[in-house]
């Protein structure tokens, strides 16, 4: 049982994706490179035997024919670096070859030839590429080269935008409807349905490239994963859109606004970047970029919204604006400190109080749970951010709960009822001193996170989305209660989390059965109290 996950990139060299597709790979991970599909005169004329460079050269050549025959120009619009040193600016540069990857995760075994090869075609014909459209078909080719450095199986698409006739094939919408073809390629082939993707809930990806910086660098992570961080933990330690902007600049990260067009004081966006090395550019990230729910508008909806607060942000956009790499804030000095045992005992209560909310909220009120996973994520992030220099368990925690807060745009709407905000707890957190983490990691308080967390776990397994559930759940009990077991291991009083918390982690999520439209609201959401109780009782918490 395996998904099928689609990545996309552009480009104007078809050698140049044909000679590493048929090369040794970066790290030598390339095996008996091959073709399993492509258009037919190609394959026939090809065959599927082990690629080298003088064919590899060969197939481009050919795939490339149709633009080179009939001049055709095909470009997209991309932010480029000033040649004069500028600013980046807008420019057409040209993208004639599409190119996708489909791959398995490393858990989910491998695919044969022969199933890959189907797939392939029915994605190309999904895509608008063959002449299923009635259009004169793009030549293609699916090349296998076995799986990658992380073990995944896939394949990789290449595709000529200039069809036979020499009219340009259509992008529009590429990604989605990637998503959308393999979401149907997994019900045809009988392939396990990527919860995320049914739900909307799924992650943003990462490019290749973005994985190549990581690896030249020796990074742990990627760029974009460790800005999401940064600002999922600001943004949660925020009451205003000022004090969020001056914790980033706080933190040494590049932040300029996008303003609204021909305005300089109505800011629709922003974009975040880490310091890069000397000599080096940075690499900017939109809001969006990182996560659906860190847009502006999106973090506008947690913080205090008033004529003085607005203004307040306004200059301290300016401000970053003038001049993104002197940006700091006269707050960003703050010192670390040890958070006291009172301190400890204010913050457990306050995400008691948000656990305790969240029983009555109803299992399909998918804005009000998108919002607690952020406010609980948010604490993990802050917390991460202070006291692991490489990302760890708070780290990984804070990821796995952020995937229940992507809601897709269309999905985003005002919550049936505002929940208690832990901008007090992440805010206590992002100053915890890190030479004395044993007193953040108080065990009362990962006792009231660890409920919030099950509310959420649970939330998923009422609504039927039992992959997210156990998703959660293995994060219970490899992140969660491994702290619980450090804490123990630094003779901190831990007896709020019984043996029996590991035992109940452990058993198997169930197949989530859809919530019965028939209920009533008052009943959907009794249904929803009892198994937050029960289900909390079980675990310990």
């Known amino acids: 049982m395996t998904t099928v996950i689609p990545n996309i990139t552009r480009g104007a060299k078809m050698a140049g994706l044909l000679v590493y597709l048929a090369g040794d790979g970066r790290k030598d991970e390339h095996e008996e490179q091959h073709i399993v599909s492509g258009d037919e005169a190609t394959v026939t004329f ?62 989910e075994g491998q695919l044969s030839d022969e199933k890959w090869a189907a797939i392939a075609d029915d994605f190309v014909d999904a895509m608008g590429f063959s002449e299923t459209t009635g259009e004169a078909p793009c030549r293609w080719v699916a090349i296998r080269h076995g799986v990658s450095s992380n073990g995944n199986d896939h394949i990789h698409i290449a595709v000529s935008l200039v069809r036979e006739d020499g009219t340009k094939a259509s992008t529009h919408n590429d990604f989605r ?7 149907d390629l997994e019900k045809k082939y009988g392939l396990r349905i990527l919860e995320s993707r049914e739900n909307g809930l799924g992650e943003r990806g990462v490019k290749p490239g973005e994985r190549a910086r990581a690896e030249r660098a020796g990074a742990v992570e990627v760029d974009s994963h460790r800005l999401e961080r940064l600002v999922r933990g600001a943004a949660a330690a925020s009451t205003t859109e000022a004090s969020f902007l001056q914790r980033m600049g706080g933190q040494g990260v590049l932040i300029r606004p996008r303003f609204a067009a021909g305005r ?48 307040a942000a306004v200059g301290e956009w300016q401000s970053a604006f003038r001049n993104p790499w002197r940006y700091s804030s006269s707050q960003s000095g703050q010192p670390s400190q040890q958070p006291s045992a009172t301190d400890q005992r204010e913050l457990a209560a306050e995400v008691a109080k948000l656990a305790q909310q969240l029983k009555a909220v109803p299992v399909d009120d998918r804005v009000a749970w998108s919002l607690a996973a952020r406010e609980v ?31 897709p745009a269309h999905e985003v709407k005002a919550p049936s009822f ?7 707890v992440a805010s206590l957190l992002a100053l915890a001193d890190p030479k004395m983490s044993q007193a953040a990691a108080d065990a009362a308080l990962i006792q009231q996170v660890g409920r919030a967390v099950v509310a959420i776990l649970e939330a998923h397994r009422a609504a039927g989305e039992a992959q997210r559930a156990e998703q959660l759940a ?19 009083a831990a007896s709020d989390f019984p043996e029996a918390l590991a035992d109940s982690l452990n058993r198997p999520a169930r197949s989530g059965k859809p919530i019965r439209r028939s209920w009533s609201d008052d009943e959907v959401a009794r249904r929803a109290r009892d198994r937050v109780d029960k289900s909390t009782r079980g675990y310990g918490l």
């Open 46 to 107: 090809f065959g599927h035997g082990v690629l080298d460079r003088a064919t590899a050269l060969a197939i481009a050549e050919e795939l490339d024919q149709p633009r080179k025959a009939f001049g055709t120009e095909v470009t997209r619009l991309m932010t480029v670096q000033d040649p004069d040193g500028g600013e980046p600016i807008k420019a057409r540069v040209p993208a004639s070859v599409w190119h996708a990857s489909l791959s398995l995760s490393a858990e």
């Open 177 to 183: 409807k990637a998503q959308n073809a393999a979401r």
């Open 377 to 407: 994520s948010g604490v993990f992030a802050a917390w991460s951010m202070k006291l692991e220099p490489t990302p760890g368990k708070l780290a990984a925690t804070a990821r796995s709960l952020a995937k229940s807060a992507h809601l």
């Open 418 to 424: 505002k929940l208690h905000s832990l901008s007090s």
């Open 264 to 311: 300089d004081d109505v800011i629709a966006g922003y974009s975040v970047a880490l310091r890069p090395a000397k000599g080096d550019r940075p690499v900017w990230y939109g809001g969006g970029r990182l996560a659906r729910d860190l847009t502006l508008p999106r973090l506008r909806g947690g913080w205090t919204d008033s004529v003085e607060a607005a203004a």
């Open 474 to 492: 293995d994060t219970m009990r490899t992140h969660v209660v491994a702290l619980r077991d450090e804490l123990r291991a630094l003779q901190v």
